[in-house]
């Protein structure tokens, strides 16, 4: 969701950066930055404090920045091509969709209460927020764990209509920070990656190993999901619990979500619900 729906990564940046530069301190570098995108509070909380190195205690920061929180938040706009995308794939009888955000439940509160109608496409039993109990500790991005719990979301349903189940090879997730890209990957499902202009710069020269989900950000955490099996592209079985393979085509890279390929995954969208 954050900064891949709405703009709230640049609200994040605009609180946090008020409260350095009342210390004296610079603005958040998109280094460290690209290293807090779609992790849970409580990774990304250490790995800015090590960096920080503020004169005041972890609680007294964190009270400042929610204040402002309070007042950024609910200001957050979609970004550009997602009211379109969402309304198109709320349609599609044969799509099912998902939610999986790293943001907890008030945070999420904030940032979309004046979005419902944006939001409505996704049925409360289809959000995953990062504070979910199904989630557990310390298995937020990049662990697979959120996008498997959001599929569960969509199966559980189908069980009960007598539908056929979902495969993670048949899932298309929509990540900008790449955290969430390994997340995906590491899940054995597809994914778009769509990021802000400063978090591709960051990592110019490594798209393919992002799209991979090869750039190591899983060695933080210890795979539960070692016995699952992982199709790869080809439909065969890679490693047990490995992310993909360079240039595999599994994921792709976009700059926005305007004009998003439907054809290139199967969706065949119906003229009226297009964009004449």
């Known amino acids: ?13 605009i609180c946090t950066n008020e409260v ?17 995108q779609g992790r849970p509070a409580p990774q990304a909380g250490g790995i800015f404090w090590e ?3 503020l004169p005041l205690s972890r609680e007294e920061f964190y ?8 007042t950024h938040f609910p200001t957050c706009k979609p970004l550009a091509g997602v009211p379109e995308l969402l309304r198109i794939l709320g349609k599609q009888t044969d799509v099912k969709i998902a939610l999986a955000t790293s943001s907890q439940t008030m945070n999420f ?13 996704f049925a409360d039993e289809n959000r995953v927020l990062g504070d979910d109990e199904r989630i557990g500790k310390g298995r ?13 979301t969509i199966n559980a349903r189908l069980r009960k209509e007598g539908g056929k189940e979902i495969t993670p090879a048949e899932c298309l997730v929509f990540e900008d920070s790449v955290p969430g890209v390994e997340s995906g990957r590491r899940a054995g499902m597809q994914v ?8 591709l710069n960051e990592y110019k020269g490594r798209e393919a190993e992002v799209l991979a989900g090869l750039t ?5 955490v210890q795979e539960k999901n070692e016995e699952i099996g992982v199709v790869a592209a080809d439909g065969s079985e890679r490693k047990k619990g490995a992310p993909g393979e360079l240039n595999d085509g599994w994921a792709k890279f976009l700059p926005s979500l305007e004009d998003f390929p439907y054809q290139d995954y199967g969706i065949n969208i119906r003229k009226e619900d297009g964009r004449l």
């Not at 900064?3 to 709230?8: E, F, K, R, T």
């Not at 509160?109 to 496409?121: D, I, M, P, R, S």
């Not at 937020?140 to 569960?152: H, Q, T």
């Not at 190591?216 to 933080?220: I, Q, R, V």
């Open 20 to 36: 350095l530069r009342e210390y004296g301190r610079p603005g958040v570098p998109w280094n460290i930055k690209a290293q807090l």
């Open 140 to 152: 937020g991005k990049p662990a697979p764990d959120i996008y498997l719990v959001a599929l569960e």
């Open 216 to 220: 190591g950000e899983h060695k933080e």
């Open 1 to 13: 969701m954050d900064g891949l729906l709405i703009d709230s990564e640049d609200k994040y940046t």
């Open 109 to 121: 509160k904030l940032k979309t209460g004046h979005l419902e109608e944006l939001f409505a496409v």
């Open 51 to 53: 960096w920080a190195k």
């Open 192 to 199: 778009v990656w769509c990021p802000h202009p400063g978090l």
């Open 63 to 70: 009270t400042k920045v929610q204040a402002l929180q309070k």
